[in-house]
C-alpha cells in the first residue's frame, strides 16, 4: 500500500500547502551533484497532487468511523410528568440498544421508575418503588440475518478506503514518472549545454594561435573572420542549449521540492559530471504478479467487491421479514401503587413477519447491481488486456532505445577520433580550418546524439517503471 510506502507529507508542508505555492522558489545554485533519489524522495513526500490523495485516504476513514458510527450503543432518557389535572404521575425511563454486528437484530436493556396515580388506561407505567430493570434482544431470521445496510455501509466505506489509497497509489505512480523525465531532461539539457560550451572552448582557444599566425603571416586575414562567424554560430548554439537547461530546471522545480513544499531550481553547479546519472532507474525483471501490483486494476477489483456487496444487500430486501424478540422484566423494591402483580419476573416472546408482494424496488436495484458487476468484469478483462500490450510495447521500446544508444556510442567514439587528428593536422599546417570545424561540430553532435539516445533509454525504463508498479524503481519503498 502507498500509505505504508510514502509516509505522509509533513504537517508543515500539508498546512502550508496555498502559501508554499505562492512563495518564491528555492535557488540551489552549488553542492554535490544532484541524484535521482533526491528528487524522487523530495517528490514522494511534498508533491502536491499526493498530498491531496493523501488526504483523500484520510478523508475516506472518515466515511468509515461515520459508517461504524451506526453499531454504537445509544442512551437516551425519557421523563413526563402531569403538571395539571387529577392525575399526578410521573414516569422517567432510561433505555440503551446495542445494535447486534452480525446480525440485523440488536440488544436492549433499561430501567424505568414511576411515582404518582396514572389513568387506568395508563396502568402499565406503573412500577415497584425502586423501578423495573428489563432486557432483550431482537434477532432477524430472514431479511437482515446475514447483510443489512449498516453491515453493507461498512463494507462500502471499507472499500472506499481501499480505493482511496490505490488511487493514491496511482497518482503517485504518474507523479514520479514525471518527476523521473523532469530530472533525465535536466540532466541531457545539462549536458548538452556542457558539449556545446567544450565546443565553443575550442573555437575560442584557436582564435589566439589563428591571430598569432596571422600577424607571422603564416594564415590569411580572412581566417580570423571566418573563426569569428563559427565562434558567433556557436555561441548561438550554447544560448539555446542554456535556454533549454533553464526550462528543464523550471520544471524540475515542481517534483524537488524542500521540507516546506518549496520548489527549488536547481542550478548548473549541481549537474552530474557525466550522463551516468541518466541510468538511475532500474527495472526489475519480469512481474509474475503484473496484475497485483497495478493499483489501477486493483481499484476496478475493489469497485466490483462493492457492488458485489450491493447486489447482497438488494437481494436481501427481496427475503420476508421474520425477527424473533426475546425480553426479561422486573420489578424491585417495595410494592407500588399497581399492585403485587408487577414483582413477579416477567418473560416475553414475540415476532414479526412481512412479506414483500411486488418490491419493485428491490427488483430494479439488483438489475443495477448486476449490470454494473457485468461493465466492471469486461472493464477488468479489458484492463488486463491493454496492460499485458503496454508492458510488451514498452519492453521493445527500451531494447530498441539500447540498441541504438549503442550505435551512438560507435559514432561518438569515431568522431572524436576524427576530431582529435583533425586538430593535430591543423595545428601542424596540413588541414584547412573548415574541415576541422566540420570535425569538430560532427563530433559535437554525435555526443549530443549519444545523450539524447541515452536519455531515451532512461525515459523507457521509466515508463516501463510505471507500467509495471515498479515501486523500488520510482523511490515509493
Known sequence: ??????????????????????S?????????PLTLDEVLRASARTAPQIVEQLARVRQAEGRALAAEGAFDTVF???????????????????????PLTNNGGQL???YRITRGDFPIYEDQFYTNRLGELKVGVLYSLLRDRLVDARRTQRTLAAGDIDVARFETEAVAIGVQRRAIDAYQNWVAAGLRLRAYRELLELAENRRGAITRQVELGAR??????????????RRALVVRAEQDFQAAANTLSFFYRDDEGRPVLVGAGRLPA????????QVAAAQADLAARRPDLQTLLRR?????????????ELRPRFDVRGELGKDIGPEGLGGSTRTPLEAIVGFRFSLPLQNRAARGRVAEARAEIDALEARSRFLQDQIAVEVEGVAIAVGGAERLAEAAEQERALADRLAAAERRRFDLGSSDFFLVNQREETATDAQVRLIDAQARIAA??????????????LGLE
Not at 500509505?3 to 502550508?16: E, N, R
Not at 421523563?79 to 432510561?94: H, P
Not at 557525466?274 to 532507474?281: F, I, P
Open 304 to 316: 466490483i467487491d462493492q457492488s458485489l456487496a450491493r447486489l447482497a444487500l438488494a437481494e436481501n
Open 220 to 233: 590569411p586575414q580572412i581566417l580570423i573572420t571566418e573563426n569569428d562567424q563559427n565562434l558567433v554560430r
Open 274 to 281: 557525466d550522463a551516468s546519472a541518466l541510468a538511475g532507474v
Open 108 to 110: 436492549y436493556g433499561g
Open 76 to 98: 437516551d432518557v425519557d421523563g413526563r410528568s402531569r403538571a395539571l389535572g387529577y392525575y399526578d404521575g410521573t414516569v422517567v425511563d432510561a433505555r440503551a440498544v446495542r
Open 1 to 22: 500500500m502507498l500509505c505504508a510506502a510514502v509516509p505522509a507529507a509533513p504537517a508543515a508542508a500539508a498546512q502550508a500547502g496555498p502559501a508554499a505555492a505562492a
Open 24 to 32: 518564491d522558489p528555492v535557488v540551489d545554485r552549488a553542492g554535490p
Open 460 to 473: 523507457a525504463r521509466a515508463e516501463l517503471a510505471a507500467a509495471t508498479a515498479d515501486r523500488a524503481a
